[in-house]
Structures are given as C-alpha cells and as structure tokens.
C-alpha cells in the first residue's frame, strides 16, 4: 500500500447525505473480483444519463470540467452506508481520489477505507462550506492540502490551516503504507518476548504447543 503523507489536489463537491454504496459503484458495475476495472462505474447512476452506452450527465459535477482530475472528494454526511462493499473504496482510488472529507462516514466504509490507504477526513459540515466556497472561485487553481504528518488541511493561505482528528493506530498504517498484518509485524519482538516470559509465568497455558 503506498504511505500517504501529503497531498494536494482538485476538491470536487458532491455534498449529498447517504451516499452509500451501491450508488458509489452499482453491483451491476462490480463485473472483476480485482482492484482494478472499476472506475468507468464510480457514482454510474449519476455519472451517466445512459449507463449502458455511458452516455455522460453533464450536470454531474464529476463531469464538470473545472473538477477534472479531482482526488480529494468533499461529501455529505453518512457517507458510505449501505452495504459492506470494499469494491466502493476501489473504484473511487482507482478514479484518482485519494481523500474523501465529509462530516460523518460509514464506519464499514472507512474501515475499508483505511485499508487501502483512503483518506477519510471528519470536519464539520461549516467548515467544509468554507473550504468550498474557496474552492469554487477556481478549482484547479485553488487546490486543498492534506498533510497527514500534522493532520492539518490548508487552503493557501485564503483559510488558517484546518486541524483534523484521526485514530494513531489508522495515521499510523496511512504514513507507513500498512495494513491490519502489517502493523502487527511490527510488533513481533515484543509478541515474542510476551510469549517467552508468559511460558515461565504460565507454563501450563503452553503444554502441547510447539
């Protein structure tokens, strides 16, 4: 998984509540077991007028011009409800997205999220107003940063820097590229010697173990 550190990217609005899983990428678009071949399906029901022949929706703010190539998603609350589908978190990374802020998310979602290496960002629905009325004057200039090592978003210098809240254990998999196992392997000196000194304290737990 690659770490994420940094990042500076066109945010793209799409402040809908409930946005849940099936919208994010239908199971009708989920035609690989893989990571990969999801993108042309992200948000399909809104994306196309036409799905089958992908007739664009230009009224669709991810067909906007002025969002193109967005990688950080602003969103309503709820985010990522619905169903357990990890293949939603593919398609929207595989789209180029690399965060995704909103006031509230799925806790499945951004579970899956974090596992691979999807940003998911909680700030108060005001304070994203904010950052997209700054936004909004010119996206592809007036890009967000996300700086994971300070958990801070920044807005030039148009909004003071933005303080986020994230879990240590999830910032922690996030900078280093890691999931669940490899964050666990981390720790396998410190497994060993608890077991090593469980064996002298409790050597009837371990009869019969290698």
């Not at 071949?37 to 664009?56: E, V």
Request: charge should be neutral; proline fraction near 6%.
């Amino acid at each position: 998984m690659t770490p994420f550190i940094q990042h500076l990217g066109v945010a793209a609005p799409l402040l809908r509540d409930n946005i849940d899983t099936d919208t994010i990428i239908p199971s009708r678009e989920m035609r690989t077991v893989s990571r990969s071949g999801l993108a042309d399906g992200l948000f399909a029901p809104w994306r196309y007028t036409d799905a089958d022949s992908r007739r664009l929706n230009n009224a669709f703010v991810l067909n906007a011009v002025q969002f193109a190539g967005a990688s950080i998603l602003l969103a309503g609350n709820n985010f990522g409800c619905g169903s357990s589908r990890e293949h939603a978190v593919w398609a929207l990374m595989e789209s180029g997205f690399r965060v995704v802020i909103a006031p509230s998310f799925a806790t499945i979602f951004r579970n899956n999220a974090l596992r691979n290496g999807l940003l998911t960002v909680e700030l108060d629905n005001p304070l994203i107003l904010r950052i997209l009325d700054w936004v909004q004057e010119d996206p592809q200039r007036h890009r967000v940063g996300v700086d994971l090592e300070q958990c801070v978003l920044t807005c030039d210098t148009a909004l003071a820097p933005i303080p986020f809240v994230i879990a240590p254990p999830a910032r922690l998999m996030l900078l280093k590229g890691l999931d669940e196992i490899g964050l666990t392997e981390r720790s396998l000196n410190s497994i060993a010697a608890f077991e090593a000194n469980d064996r002298k304290r409790r050597p009837w737990v371990w009869l019969g173990s290698p």
